[in-house]
């Protein structure tokens, strides 16, 4: 078990929604599903043989009373004294009293054939030449019928189906009610024969009233186990309905399934006392399956609309929960990888895009804290220590590079007292007291001072000029940028077959920015490098070589300035190349004051 429960918990989001939705929703809905359909099946199965039960019980008793009431006629006529007059032997009746007689038993009858649609006609033979026929007329042999009501000398015997021929309506099959007339004075006297025909049709169609939308068969069996009735609607031909009577009477029940060349049919047993018949309905099987048929499709398509219901709900979750979730998590990795550009979108005003939203503030905040802490000043502690990691003690160096200074002047050496103090000046600039921001002023300066000590150092092959706006002479700068822009060109840019190398360097404002143009006169980079040196300021990485200064002053100016500032390498020809160097303007826009004299710009050197 513990197995398992530390396997479930190194499942992903993904699988467990998976397994979630699995073991909550699709299969419960499965098992429900079939479930209801089996039980479903079972209650139509049931209710349709409750249905038919009931059905042929009433048909059943429709068919008692209808037989019932034939019985009833045949007892009235032993009853009816005109009609035992009408019978008698002797004495002779005249002929009027005979029609009158006649009249009456005919009107008697006429009532009974209006009213029972199903009686076609009655007829009665007396043994003393009387006869009466009502109905349609009919002609057919049934002699065996009568001599089998003289051996039950009164008795009723009901008639199997048999045809007859009628003067109206051409052949058509009747079942008959057939009888001694016994008199009533004398019970043992038969007086004629008596024959009521009951319309087949009719019967079969009561019969069939108690079948499923009349499909099946159905069957009246005689208390001899002839077959007195049967249905139209076609069963195979080895189908035998004593079997299935014998299978009723072994079973003692009223219902039972029945195949018949391995077609299954569901059969019904009903038995009439008064007549001795019994009923035997068979229903195929296939009929309630047919009905069944619509319903199961009905609910295998709710069944189907809830998987997919259940599938789109897992969808959803995955594309609005969990799918944000891992996106989210992908994300801190990258953060965690030192990738401070990782960010999640915003795509909704729910809790999830709440969290993305808080996630990205709290990268852009801690992008902030690292650029402007921990990479600035580790970049300006690196430039420092590699402008001193080769010098002496600074305190050490300058008193002794005063000490030189003032020897040299007891000795009236001038120029060589200048370049002292100018390379004073220089390394008393480069510390800046351990801070790394200054003045474009302060900047220009030490970048003065070292093209001085350059110009002394190369002679007349090498020229300089600074020039700078006064407005912007106080605005703030990073110590040490202008400074490698210059370096870079008397170190890898100089054109030592021209005769004289120039640079000029040149501050002023634009708008809100102030730009450092640092042109020269070399002989430029070559395209391939100058594209690679691009490259390399865009991705504000530092390389080693002659664009590492480049790649350094572009990454320190983005961490400290922001967006927009750094270098940008304007052109680079065999006659040049010019460097501009873009930074936020943060004066107040006044302007310096110089000797009481307001001017615009002014020239920091000109060594021409």
């Not at 002794?400 to 002047?409: H, K, Q, V």
């Not at 750094?566 to 873009?582: A, M, N, Q």
Request: with cysteine; net charge neutral; aromatic share 8%.
């Amino acid at each position: 078990m513990r197995r398992y429960s530390r396997r479930a918990r190194s499942f992903g989001l993904k699988r467990k929604a998976v397994i979630i939705f699995l073991l909550l929703v699709i299969l419960p809905t499965l098992g429900v599903g079939v479930i209801v359909q089996l039980q479903f099946n079972q209650i139509l199965s049931k209710q349709f043989k409750d249905t038919t039960i009931r059905n042929l019980d009433s048909v059943v008793s429709q068919l008692e009373e209808q037989t019932s009431t034939v019985e009833d006629i045949a007892d009235y006529m032993i009853l009816s004294p005109d009609l035992n007059e009408y019978l008698r032997p002797w004495p002779e009746l005249s002929n009027e009293r005979s029609e009158n007689l006649k009249r009456a038993i005919e009107g008697m009858l006429t009532f009974h054939l209006f009213s029972k649609k199903y009686i076609r006609s009655i007829s009665i033979e007396g043994f003393n030449g009387h006869r009466i026929d009502m109905g349609e007329p009919v002609l057919a042999d049934e002699g065996k019928w009568l001599d089998k009501a003289a051996l039950r000398k009164g008795g009723i015997v009901w008639t199997d189906g048999y045809s007859v021929q009628s003067g109206w309506n051409g052949e058509f099959r009747v079942v008959s009610l057939v009888r001694i007339l016994n008199a009533f004075s004398q019970i043992t006297r038969p007086q004629a024969n008596l024959i009521i025909r009951l319309d087949e049709n009719s019967l079969i169609e009561l019969l069939e009233k108690g079948l499923y939308k009349k499909s099946g068969q159905v069957f009246v069996i005689g208390a001899e186990g002839e077959q007195v009735l049967r249905s139209d609607n076609s069963v195979p031909a080895s189908f035998d309905p004593h079997d299935l009577m014998e299978a009723f009477a072994n079973g003692n029940a009223s219902y039972m399934k029945y195949k018949v060349d391995n077609r299954s049919y569901m059969a019904f047993y009903r038995p009439m006392e008064n007549t001795g018949w019994s009923i035997v309905a068979m229903i195929p099987e296939s009929i309630v399956n047919q009905e069944t048929a619509n319903v199961r499709s009905v609910m295998a398509v709710i069944l189907a609309a809830i998987l997919l219901l259940g599938i789109s709900a897992l969808v959803g979750f995955q594309y609005t929960i969990i799918r944000p979730i891992l996106r989210l998590k992908n994300e801190t990795n990258r953060v965690k990888l030192g990738d401070f550009t990782a960010r999640v979108p915003i795509e909704s005003n729910d809790e999830i895009s709440e969290l993305n939203r808080k996630f990205n503030d709290m990268v852009l905040t801690i992008q902030e804290l690292i650029d402007h802490k921990y990479k600035l000043e580790l970049r300006e502690r690196e430039s420092e220590l590699r402008l001193l990691q080769n010098q002496m003690d600074p305190h050490f160096l300058y008193n002794t590079l005063d000490m030189i200074r003032w020897t040299a002047r007891l000795e009236k050496a001038g120029k060589t007292s200048h370049l002292i103090e100018m390379l004073s000046r220089f390394f008393r600039s480069a510390p800046n007291k351990g801070g790394y921001v200054t003045t474009v002023q302060q900047e220009l300066e030490f970048v003065q001072s070292y093209l001085y000590l350059q110009e002394r150092r190369l002679g007349h092959t090498f020229r300089y000029s600074l020039f700078m706006d006064a407005s912007i002479a106080a605005a703030p700068m990073l110590k040490t940028t202008i400074q490698p822009l210059v370096e870079n060109f008397l170190k890898h840019g100089r054109n030592r077959g021209q005769a004289v190398n120039r640079i000029t360097v040149k501050c002023y404002a634009v708008a809100d920015e102030i730009w450092t143009d640092v042109q020269d006169n070399g002989r430029g980079i070559e395209p391939d490098k100058l594209e690679a040196i691009r490259q390399s300021l865009r991705r504000g990485r530092t390389d080693e070589g002659s664009s590492g200064a480049l790649s350094n002053i572009q990454e320190r100016l983005s961490i400290y300035f922001g967006e927009g500032a750094g270098l940008e390498i304007v052109s680079s020809t065999p006659d040049g190349t010019l460097i501009r160097l873009k930074i936020p303007n943060r004066t107040d826009g006044g302007e310096t004051e110089d000797d009481g004299n307001k001017r615009t710009s002014y020239e920091i050197a000109d060594r021409r």
